[in-house]
């Protein structure tokens, strides 16, 4: 947490110039959507070193390609598709709950699960108010848990998100709970928060650096169930948009034990009217 702190003063220390909403290579979901008859596409590539799956034992380097598709709706609401592919670099195994699902190789791979959300801004931004947004999302049971990189269960997550701009600085705060499957037990359910702050400065009318603090952990639980553990992650970057085009590059740092020790990303965002 001090680590955390430290990084985000740091980010709020560079100088004022004209800020934007922002997304990847973020997770923190900004409460404005992305205007009517728009359509955003993304897509990226991470690394994540040392990470761990208790369900399946499998610890690893792992490499993962996000894509995303956003619609937007109307001037309020938005609708999101998340997906990807996932390859882990076996390193070691150990006993867990299915790990004798998994075939003893050295490289697994498996798509995402797909997210599909829909977000809705609640409360336009005024001069002193923050804008305020839900989003609903539902997380399908793509990756299978033969892979050992899936649960096969299914998540449900009601997120509420605050944005407010001053200067040149956007900060955007996102909680929520997530209602997920036990991966052991059918009949018992997961009640998980989950929550995130983020800071964009924009250097110039190009160049961004941005920064997050996201985290998970179950609630009414006095040890967490397998596959609910607790994760948390610092991440940031750099952000460079020109002519409905993003670039951003950035570095993650692990929290928990089942996140990543560390791990780089990039990645490239188009947006524009489609009708």
Known sequence: MPRAVAFL??????????AVAQQ?????EDPLTIGAGRLLI???????ANVDYPVSGLTGDRLSIPIGVSFGLGDVAELQIDGGYNWLDVERRREAPLSGRV???DRTGDVHDVVVATKVTLIREGERRPAFGLRLATQLPNASNESGLGLD?????GTLLAGKTTG????????GIAIMSDVIEGSIQQDAFVGSVSVARALNNVVEVVGELAMQRVLFADEPPVGAEPRGALRGGLRVTHNGWRADAGIVLGL???DPDYGFMAGLTWIGQVR
Not at 24 to 28: C, D, E, F, G, Q
């Open 256 to 258: 928990t034990r089942q």
């Open 103 to 105: 075939e003893p190789r």
């Open 168 to 175: 040149s600085t956007r900060i955007v705060g996102n909680a």
């Open 153 to 157: 269960s299914m998540t449900f997550i």
């Open 9 to 18: 003063f740091l980010l709020a220390a560079l100088r004022p110039l004209p």
């Open 24 to 28: 990847r290579p973020l997770i923190t």
């Open 42 to 48: 993304e897509a990226g590539v991470e690394s994540g």
